[in-house]
């Protein structure tokens, strides 16, 4: 009998996890290597969050949550939905949860049956597949280019729609493109969605905030989805919040009491203090946040343009969160250093060896002819690793 068990064999690693691990092992051994691979924000969480921790251990919260959030929490979490989106939720289509990431697994968990399809727009985020994998789900990646800024279009949503179709899983801002739909293109998506009405979307908006172009769109604006969109954020990236780990979701209650149920019984409510300081952090207005964003901006175009200087790369204009996803499928087939580049793996694994700078495969997101870079490090370091990365390829 093998001990363990087929689910966890069959599941991969987190391409993004298992790259900040080998670049910290690689640290540990005393090479200077800078880290382009985590969506973590390199600032601190803002002060005036981190008093309402203090307040809240000094008030002695440091009993059990309820499982789907505290009360006024979850009343902050309605107020932000229809301050930002328009969005109008009662408490109970609110459940709060252990970071965005366990929202997510939670919604797979209560909606995906064996060999139900989810469609995926891809590029998409690394946990995706494997969650509705892990599900017995089969995800349906749906290929987009940087000729369509990564983003999937109607008629190719139409095509990937089967009988087994269950629901369509996408992140805008997206991570790992940048890329965000806008009202258009998500009614004309919605267009199609109306057809199948036993069709479930889940909407990652977790980078709302990260915005370079303004008025961010959430799918469940439109009277036709709002009953059919389980709508996904959190505060990690917009607040630097990533180790506080509280993410939730608005959507239809019967979804929201069933992610509950299956909570109470995995990791029961989130963390107490974080929730506490959540409360702050989305009371507040956006603006409190903009000089993340403003900042964020400034790098993106410094990257851009020093990427651009690089030939070989082929990148889009991200529009928001903190990565580019450049097409490096120029250097396949060639040999650089002795060591041939068969695909997106070996490129990455080149820069890291060889330039000493962590990116993220793009096949792990469902594109094998890109990578993921992250640009929520100093400019310092996007410079020096820009640098590097251009004397390695030359």
Request: net charge negative; aromatic share 8%; charged share 20%.
């Amino acid at each position: 009998m093998q001990l363990l068990s087929d689910r966890i064999l069959n599941m991969a690693t987190s391409a993004t996890l298992a790259m900040a691990a080998k670049a910290r092992e690689l640290r540990t051994e005393g090479k200077d290597i800078i880290g382009l691979s985590l969506g973590e924000p390199d600032f601190n969480t803002p002060d005036f969050i981190k008093d309402a921790a203090i307040q809240a251990i000094n008030d002695n919260y440091n009993s059990y949550s309820p499982v789907d959030g505290y009360a006024d929490l979850k009343q902050a979490i309605i107020t932000k939905f229809k301050r930002d989106n328009n969005l109008t939720y009662t408490p109970t289509q609110i459940v709060v949860s252990t970071g965005a990431k366990q929202s997510l697994a939670n919604v797979a968990a209560v909606m995906v049956n064996k060999g139900d399809e989810v469609i995926m727009p891809c590029p998409y985020w690394v946990s995706y597949a494997d969650i509705v994998k892990l599900n017995e789900g089969i995800p349906v990646e749906v290929p987009t280019t940087i000729a369509t800024d990564f983003k999937m279009t109607p008629e190719q949503l139409e095509a990937a729609i089967t009988p087994k179709t269950k629901m369509i899983w996408f992140s805008s801002p997206c991570n790992p493109s940048g890329s965000i739909y806008s009202k258009e293109e998500l009614r004309g998506l919605a267009d199609v969605l109306v057809k199948y009405p036993d069709i479930y979307v889940v909407s990652d908006e977790i980078y709302e905030h990260i915005n370079y172009v303004g008025g961010h769109e959430s799918i469940a604006q439109f009277e036709d989805m709002y009953d059919r969109t389980i709508t996904v954020n959190g505060v990690s990236k917009a607040f630097a919040m990533t180790g506080w780990r509280i993410g939730y979701i608005g959507g239809p209650e019967k979804i929201a009491r069933a992610c509950n149920k299956m909570q109470g019984q995995i990791t029961s409510g989130a963390n107490c203090i974080a929730q506490r300081a959540t409360i702050t952090a989305l009371n507040a207005e956006p603006s409190k946040v903009k000089y993340m964003i403003d900042e964020f901006k400034v790098r993106r175009d410094l990257i851009l343009s020093l990427l651009n200087e690089i030939e070989g790369f082929k990148t889009n204009t991200p529009e928001g969160a903190f990565y580019v996803f450049p097409n490096i499928s120029h250097f396949f087939g060639k040999t650089l250093r002795g060591k041939t580049i068969n695909n997106a793996s070996d490129f990455s694994m080149y820069l890291l060896e060889e330039a000493l700078v962590a990116t993220v495969d793009g096949g792990a997101f469902g594109n094998p002819d890109c990578i993921r870079i992250s640009y929520a490090a100093s400019q310092e370091q996007i410079i020096e690793a820009i640098k590097r990365i251009k004397e390695a390829l030359s």
